[in-house]
């Protein structure tokens, strides 16, 4: 997109987001509430992950399936398709998921 294309600058503070409109030289900038201001979906519901599980010097994948959506950093469901069970993982990539290992903490 070009620069003189651009009518609005946006600038998201706190949950709102400032519009500085630039036809209408708007002075103070007029503020606006946004409801749900999100982070981009890397992992889909339905999509197969890769999860990952990282020990010291070792790492392990299986392949998993996300029960839910997720963004980088986020908790999600997933099914193991070998062993059929759900555990919860963190995003930390498109189709990817860390776990860890049963009583431990997820590690990236």
């Known amino acids: 997109m070009k620069a003189e294309e651009l009518a609005h600058r ?4 706190a949950g709102r987001v400032l519009v500085y409109d630039q036809a209408a030289a708007v002075d103070p900038p007029v503020e606006a509430p946004v ?6 979906q890397v992992v889909t519901k339905g999509s197969l992950v ?13 392949q998993g399936k996300a029960l839910e959506a997720g963004s980088d950093g986020q908790v999600i469901r997933v099914v193991n398709t070998m062993s059929n069970r759900t555990v919860e993982a963190v995003v930390i990539g498109p189709n990817q998921v860390s776990v860890s290992k049963p009583g431990g903490t997820v590690l990236n």
Not at 10 to 13: G, I, L, M, N
Not at 51 to 62: E, G, P
């Open 50 to 62: 890769t999860m990952v599980l990282q020990q010291k010097s070792m790492t392990l994948t299986a």
């Open 35 to 40: 409801p749900h201001l999100q982070q981009p």
């Open 10 to 13: 946006r600038q998201h503070a």
